[in-house]
């Protein structure tokens, strides 16, 4: 059974850094592209990073700021954020790209001064 559990989050002031994890048990991330997803309060939840062998992808919001990465050996997927604004506040979840795995509990991450 596929399990995805995230970490990381917090509370941070604006232009501020957080570094999220996602460590995976049951796939294997090479064989998939994987990405991060958001959920803001009355927000649909949306896909704002994402990688493969390929290359990766951020959407337009944080492209700059964030920084999507894997640890193949340790499966294990990463997100760098800098320059943190109050709008990157949300909980924050990892899954395949499209959506083909339960998830996780998330990890908040709240920026605020």
């Known amino acids: 059974q596929v399990q995805l559990v995230e970490s990381g989050g917090g509370l941070v002031q604006p232009g501020g850094s957080l570094r999220l994890s996602c460590a995976a048990s049951?796939?294997?991330?090479?064989?998939?592209?994987m990405g991060w997803y958001r959920q803001a309060p009355g927000k649909q939840r949306e896909l704002v990073a994402s990688i493969r062998s390929g290359g990766t992808w951020c959407a337009d919001s944080v492209k700059g700021r964030f920084t999507i990465s894997r640890d193949i050996a340790k499966n294990t997927l990463n997100l760098q954020m800098n320059s943190l604004i109050p709008e990157d506040t949300a909980v924050y979840y990892c899954?395949?790209?499209?959506?083909?795995?339960?998830w996780g509990q998330g990890t908040q991450v709240t920026v605020s001064s």
């Open positions: 899954n395949a790209v499209p959506v083909r795995h339960l």
């Open positions: 049951g796939i294997i991330f090479s064989i998939y592209t």
